[in-house]
């Protein structure tokens, strides 16, 4: 059974940094396109990275440059560090996981990711 549990969310000021943390079980993150995905009040949910299963790396225009995926195949999870963290970032932030290894389309719709974690929130205020 595919389990996603996210953490590492809270709140920082403009400017700060945060890493969050997505802890797989049930599969290797190594086999499967992964990425990190945001939704905001009011909000549709939007892709902001994703990694498939080589290591490549994709990110949403305006994230690019400051927030970087990566995994670590030993704990087997999942990583999104953001620097310079704006107040347009604050947002319930989700890990997700695709049935494949190679990441299609975009990489960042959500239709193309199977498994889901509850989220963590993150806040950053000016």
């Known amino acids: 059974q595919v389990k996603l549990v996210e953490s590492g969310g809270g709140s920082v000021q403009s400017g700060g940094s945060l890493r969050l943390s997505c802890a797989a079980s049930?599969?290797?993150?190594?086999?499967?396109?992964m990425g990190w995905f945001r939704q905001a009040p009011g909000k549709e949910r939007e892709g902001v990275a994703g990694i498939d299963w080589a290591g490549a790396t994709r990110y949403a225009h305006s994230v690019q440059g400051r927030l970087a995926i990566s995994r670590d195949d030993t704990k087997n999870t999942l990583y999104l560090q953001m620097n310079s963290l704006e107040p347009e970032d604050t947002a319930m932030y989700f890990c997700?996981?695709?049935?494949?290894?190679?990441?299609?389309?975009?990489?960042?719709?959500?239709?193309?990711?199977?498994?889901w974690g509850q989220g963590t929130q993150v806040t950053v205020s000016s």
């Open positions: 997700a996981a695709s049935t494949y290894g190679l990441c299609s389309g975009s990489w960042l719709a959500s239709d193309d990711y199977r498994y």
């Open positions: 049930g599969y290797a993150v190594t086999a499967r396109c």
